[in-house]
């Protein structure tokens, strides 16, 4: 950038004026000098400067006044202002107007040189730093949760509003599959915090001793295993998120420390004996009542207050059942190219289904019916047979997914689809299976299976 940048010299002493000006110019700038705040002001509003040098003794117009103008102007300069040694509230004054820097008088040149890299420096990665935020906001947008409902809109505007805060907290409450982490998400990189970390632990997966030390991490020798020293996931965060999915299900004995990071903004290592100073948004999830909780003392009622600064809920699917079918066809063309299929519709029948059915599982089954289905499928229809028993009325409500019901054929045909369908099942399984590292807690969600109905299905087609 320095060798394009521009830059606008405000100096009344000649003299200063044509060192400052030959001294730049070697650097390669492009160098436009003015005695008075009104010219200065007229360049500024003809041309696009990077940077100004600005004198604060100026005739007629003083380089405060100029300053108060120049921070009207978009994209608004860089100002360095000059200003002689002795004049330090001058200085103080200047840098609580908006100035980026002062240049005392007499200085050296090569004081300048620094000086002025530095601020251009400084203003490129601001420009970066926008940009990043700005392809983070395209990339994950509010309206990433997909619907039009009100309850929906209602989200997203929530999510919009506290963003814009600087840490303030947030518990994000609705059912299993809703999109609670979809939510944490779309608030965190809407925020001023984008381009710092996002760190996500699901506080039911991890023992409470384990959590502790995941959480607050440790000294050296700590404990028996601490052979090193470790940072928490709050210190990994620090200046940007932490989410802390099923907060309900974290123990008595850990929710005062987590209150402690609300109040105090501080954390300490197990078997440390400093506090650490961290600045960490927490955007908690839950998918229980924790007022029912508090009220059988198994959650804090003052972690609750704390984390209910802002309450996000978001509304289960059958609540919202005409965001079911745009959601559906979202589903249909990522999996189209996922699967390199071609499916352009839903049938009238499969569509009734889709809608009427209740979808404990929310957003997060639909995916997962969507995804079968488009396996199953064998042209450009989505029809009934391709979705599972438990949408159809009086069918299983188990939330396995059995083979979809044939119309009636002869025996051979009969034998001959369902081994197609086991084929499609057991390739299907091993698929995911792939995709996810073996992990079959992973695998069994994704299926909308339990594990043991897992386990079973990996022992019927001998897959190891």
Same mark, same amino acid.
């Given at each position: ?13 000649? =003299? ?41 003794? #100026? ?8 300053? +108060? ?8 300069? =860089? ?21 980026? $820097? ?21 203003? &490129? ?9 700005? &392809? ?37 409450? %609705?059912?299993?599959? =809703? ?5 944490? $998400? ?6 001023a915090r984008a381009t710092k970390p996002m760190i996500k632990i699901n506080c039911s997966a991890i023992p409470e001793l384990l959590l502790e030390s995941e959480l607050f991490g440790h000294e050296k020798g700590a404990f028996t295993d601490a052979k090193t020293l470790k940072k928490g996931m709050f210190e990994l965060a620090n200046n940007g998120s932490i989410f802390l999915d099923e907060i309900s299900s974290m123990k008595m004995s850990l929710q005062p420390k987590i209150l402690r990071v609300l109040e105090d903004h501080t954390i300490r290592r197990i078997g440390g ?15 229980? $009542? ?7 003392? =198994?959650?804090?009622?003052? #972690? ?48 009734? #289904? ?36 438990? #949408? ?44 996810? +590292? %073996? ?26």
């Amino acid at each position: 950038m320095n060798s394009k940048a521009n830059v606008l010299i405000v100096e009344d002493d000649g =003299t200063i004026s044509l060192g400052l000006e030959k001294t730049l110019k070697r650097d390669g700038y492009k160098v436009i000098s003015v005695e008075s705040g009104e010219k200065a002001l007229s360049i500024l509003s003809q041309e696009a400067i990077d940077l100004v040098l600005l004198d604060i003794k #100026l005739p007629k117009m003083n380089g405060f006044q100029v300053l +108060d103008r120049i921070k009207e102007i978009e994209p608004e300069p =860089t100002v360095i202002m000059i200003t002689a040694l002795h004049d330090v509230p001058e200085v103080v004054k200047a840098i609580r107007s908006g100035a980026y $820097d002062y240049i005392p008088k007499p200085f050296e040149n090569e004081t300048v040189r620094q000086r002025v890299r530095k601020a251009l420096e400084n203003k &490129q990665l601001k420009k970066e730093v926008m940009a990043l935020k700005r &392809q983070q906001k395209e990339r994950y947008p509010a309206n990433m949760l997909f619907g039009n409902s009100p309850q929906i809109k209602e989200v997203k505007r929530l999510i919009e509003l506290v963003a814009s805060t600087p840490r303030t907290p947030i518990l994000i409450q %609705g059912e299993s599959g =809703t999109g609670k982490e979809l939510v944490a $998400d779309a608030i965190h990189n809407s925020s001023a915090r984008a381009t710092k970390p996002m760190i996500k632990i699901n506080c039911s997966a991890i023992p409470e001793l384990l959590l502790e030390s995941e959480l607050f991490g440790h000294e050296k020798g700590a404990f028996t295993d601490a052979k090193t020293l470790k940072k928490g996931m709050f210190e990994l965060a620090n200046n940007g998120s932490i989410f802390l999915d099923e907060i309900s299900s974290m123990k008595m004995s850990l929710q005062p420390k987590i209150l402690r990071v609300l109040e105090d903004h501080t954390i300490r290592r197990i078997g440390g004996i400093q506090d650490i100073k961290i600045d960490v948004r927490i955007i908690a999830a839950s998918n229980r $009542d924790i007022d029912k909780q508090v009220q059988e003392e =198994t959650f804090r009622e003052d #972690l609750l207050y704390r984390l209910k600064v802002m309450v996000i809920e978001i509304p289960p699917l059958r609540e919202r059942k005409i965001d079911i079918l745009p959601l559906a066809k979202i589903f249909i063309e990522a999996n189209n190219k996922e699967f390199n299929k071609n499916i352009q519709s839903i049938a009238p029948e499969a569509e009734n #289904l889709l809608q009427n059915y209740n979808w404990p599982g929310n957003v997060r089954e639909l995916k997962n019916v969507m995804e079968r289905a488009a396996i199953l499928a064998d042209g450009d229809c989505l029809k009934p047979e391709h979705l599972p028993l438990e #949408l159809k009325p009086g069918k299983s409500k188990s939330g396995a997914f059995p083979a979809p019901v044939a119309e009636p054929v002869s025996a051979p045909a009969e034998s001959h689809l369902d081994q197609s369908l086991q084929e499609i099942e057991k390739k299907h399984i091993i698929d995911i299976l792939n995709r996810h +590292d %073996g992990n079959k807690s992973k695998a069994a969600r994704i299926l909308n299976i339990s594990r043991s109905t897992l386990r079973e299905k990996l022992k019927v087609y001998g897959i190891s």
